[in-house]
């Protein structure tokens, strides 16, 4: 049966156009699948789904997420890392939260709506796909996701009911009402860099970007891989993130916009 895949140009120039087409019309294409992204099922004869390849120096490993959590892209990876992932997956040794080891989890973004004071304020949620570690270390540490936010300006989030504060030098790119990216200052007071980039730009709802527009802030909530997952509704994605905040697992800070 046809599956509902997205394959990106750059996938396809890695796997070939056969494999690409093997996959689309259901060959070597799971129905079912566990998101790469935010770790919830999937089923790719029922929702639209991403390929995500990750590549090594000299193996690549086919993953899938669902559409609405990251588009098809591919992802480099050390080779060390990757063999990592195949060793998990063949069952030789305990399997991480994404089979990669930490530190080179995608970095998952859902866009929707939060109600914070009886205002609907444009909201980005950030949620790795697996353990992050600081640069550097092996990992050994544990996931130090928020902990690196934290240093970085962000702010716990202890309830959901009070407008994080502003992160300077930190702002949200927006260009012809789509997600671009989200930047973050250059070292040495250079120009900004991109923290997360999308690897195609992301639509976004007309009311986010009308709420955009008018605040010319977004608020960026950032949790733990597993905090949060992917939430079909925006009153799910608010149940989420008030218990991950309950339970001390979320950050946040507002970012102006940078675009329209």
């Known amino acids: ?9 750059d996938v396809r120039a890695e796997i070939g156009d056969a494999e690409a087409d ?9 129905g079912s699948y566990d998101c790469t992204s935010c770790r919830t099922p999937g089923d790719s004869e029922q929702e639209r789904t991403s390929t995500v390849l990750f590549v090594g120096d000299e193996t690549a490993v086919l993953a899938f997420a669902h559409a609405t959590c990251i588009p098809s892209q591919v992802v480099q990876v050390s080779e060390e890392q990757l063999q990592g992932a195949v060793r998990s997956i063949t069952g030789s040794e305990p399997e991480g939260p994404e089979g990669l080891m930490p530190g080179q989890a995608v970095l998952g973004v859902t866009s929707g709506l939060v109600l914070i004071d009886d205002e ?10 697996g353990a992050i570690a600081r640069p550097g270390t092996d990992g050994s540490r544990g996931d130090e996701f928020v902990q690196l936010l934290l240093e970085q300006g962000f702010q716990p989030v202890h309830r959901m009911d009070r407008l994080p504060a ?11 009402g789509q997600l671009h990216a989200v930047l973050q200052p250059g070292t040495g007071g250079g120009a900004p860099v991109a923290w997360w980039q999308a690897h195609a730009p992301l639509q976004v709802t007309e ?14 909530f950032a949790a733990p891989a597993g905090s949060i997952g992917q939430q079909p509704r ?4 608010r149940d989420a993130l008030e218990k991950a905040a309950a339970g001390g697992l979320l950050v946040a800070a507002a970012m102006p916009l940078a675009g329209t």
Not at 120 to 129: G, K, M, Q, W, Y
């Open 120 to 129: 609907l304020h444009p909201a980005l949620v950030v949620e790795p796909t």
């Open 22 to 30: 093997r996959l689309l019309v259901g060959d070597n294409a799971p």
């Open 1 to 9: 049966m046809p599956r509902m895949l997205d394959v990106s140009e």
């Open 234 to 237: 925006e009153d799910l994605l």
């Open 166 to 176: 502003l992160l300077h030098g930190w702002s949200i790119l927006l260009a012809m």
């Open 207 to 220: 009311g986010w970007r009308i709420a955009a527009n008018k605040s010319q802030t977004v608020l960026v």
